[in-house]
């Protein structure tokens, strides 16, 4: 059993899997300093049921702000990574024109502050992801047969729950100390084949444009997720993200700069 025959061909099937391709963006993320959790699990309330998230990964950032206090800060990505290769993700978008449109959600739990949420969400806006002029509404997966779309809702569906379980299970809300606790979510979907957006252009005709990165909305609405009306998911191509996550990262030092600079209690 341990022949070079029997590893190829244990090698060739598990390539065939998406592990290596977890991975490799593990690798990559835990080589730029971020914690990285595999398989972690949420609680499905529509199922009742746990089920699995490919990847956690958050980076830490702390400062002492007082003799009694720290500034606790924590990123957290959470990641589904997906591969496509011979069938295209295809996301019907449109401008962004509303001030809904054009405004990304902000999504994290805090503890310790006692200032209105809205300069901690003016924060967040000023510094970190800017939605993009045009928004995915739609999506299918091209080339298998009337539209179908399972893989992409099941990846949308699934962030929008586990976002839901880790802010719900979050501890920060509980603080009693004197810290300024504060995590900040962004659902992202990782896609390992051919990214494309389908617009209507001025002359009123579908447009096909391959794509790195798209922002889609996805409005998940249960008897058990009625809180979830207004969510925009990253969705980035293999070859542009990391490249994505160093803008990330350039965001994420510059609020944490900008929060300790504003002195925000």
Do not use: C
């Not at 971020?34 to 746990?50: C, F, M, P, T």
């Not at 798209?214 to 997720?225: A, G, V």
Request: aromatic share 12%.
């Amino acid at each position: 059993m341990g022949t070079s025959d029997f590893k190829s061909k244990l090698l060739k099937d598990i390539e065939e899997t998406g592990f290596p391709f977890e991975m490799e963006i593990s690798s990559m993320l835990r080589n730029r300093g971020w914690h990285v959790s595999n398989g972690s699990y949420y609680i499905d309330k529509d199922e009742n049921k746990g089920r699995e998230i490919d990847v956690i990964a958050e980076i830490h950032k702390d400062q002492l702000i007082s003799k009694e206090a720290t500034l606790e800060v924590v990123f957290s990505l959470i990641l589904e990574i997906k591969e496509s290769k011979k069938k295209p993700w295809i996301f019907f978008t449109s401008d962004a024109t509303s001030l809904i449109d054009s405004t990304i959600p902000k999504k994290y739990t805090s503890g310790g502050f006692e200032t209105k949420p809205y300069r901690l969400n003016s924060l967040l806006r000023k510094y970190t992801v800017k939605a993009q002029d045009r928004i995915g509404r739609n999506f299918y997966i091209g080339f298998s047969g009337n539209g179908a779309r399972d893989d992409i809702y099941k990846s949308l569906s699934g962030l929008t729950k586990a976002l839901n379980h880790f802010m719900e299970t979050d501890t920060n809300k509980d603080n009693k100390s004197e810290d300024r606790l504060f995590r900040y979510f962004e659902p992202i979907v990782i896609i390992k084949g051919d990214l494309f957006e389908a617009f209507i252009n001025k002359k009123g005709t579908m447009e096909l444009e391959e794509s790195n990165y798209i922002q889609t909305y996805f409005n998940y609405l249960s008897p058990n997720y009625s809180n979830n009306a207004h969510n925009i998911i990253h969705v980035v191509s293999e070859k542009y993200f990391e490249e994505f996550i160093s803008l990330q990262e350039k965001a994420l030092q510059t609020f944490f700069d900008a929060l300790i600079k504003e002195n925000i209690d």
